[in-house]
């Protein structure tokens, strides 16, 4: 699961949150023998052999062999436009607003908002250094749709995340730019001996 699948890329020292779990044998069966099975990693386990498993049963079959893709960074050639990680608001009237957006592998690409929570939506401003609460969580695609890449669905966050990297999300894409997650930013007070560049 997506779980297992960050754990496997973040022992092998890549960025884990962007893990994509490959099924029944993805890149081919193996030969050596099957040590664990039905892995249930919680997200707090530092290597796999640390995730509850259950015995493997008599007679288990290489077809179930599970596989892992690691996001490595900008795969196309081309200069990155963003950071990997990275969130952004954008078609909203200022930073505090708009649609959601997320770095892989140096482009910019939305997420599914048909379950977008102000959980969610507090998470997204802390991670921007916004206010990490009071955010509004508004109707799909509210902002327009995006016309790239969906990379995140099912993002479900209990509000006290960083970034949306530690929520649980999943990469199997369930919705059209129709549905893409929108919100607001709660705006931040300013704090004592601050500077701002403003109406630039």
């Not at 690409?109 to 998470?123: L, P, Q, R």
């Not at 790239?148 to 099912?154: H, K």
Request: aromatic share 8%; hydrophobic share 30%; net charge negative.
């Amino acid at each position: 699961g997506d779980m297992e699948a960050r754990l496997v890329c973040k022992q092998l020292g890549y960025f884990p949150y962007l893990a994509l779990p490959r099924l029944t044998s993805y890149y081919g069966p193996g030969d050596d023998p099957i040590v664990l099975h039905d892995l249930r990693c919680n997200g707090d386990d530092d290597s796999l052999m640390e995730c509850p498993s259950r015995n493997i049963p008599t007679g288990t079959s290489h077809f179930f062999d599970a596989g892992v893709y690691c996001y490595t960074g900008n795969g196309s050639g081309e200069v990155p436009v963003c950071t990997l990680g990275d969130v952004r608001l954008v078609e909203g009237e200022n930073e505090m607003e708009g649609r959601v957006e997320v770095c892989l592998d140096g482009v910019w690409g939305t997420v599914c908002g048909d379950d977008w929570t102000t959980e969610n939506a507090n998470v997204i401003c802390r991670q921007l250094g916004q206010n990490s609460y009071g955010s509004i969580a508004l109707p799909g695609s509210f902002f327009g749709g995006g016309n790239g890449s969906i990379y995140l669905d099912g993002v479900s966050c209990s509000g006290h995340e960083n970034t949306i990297w530690e929520c649980s999300y999943s990469s199997n894409i369930q919705c059209d730019h129709s549905q893409e997650a929108s919100m607001r930013c709660h705006p931040r007070e300013c704090n004592e001996g601050e500077i701002r560049l403003v109406n630039g």
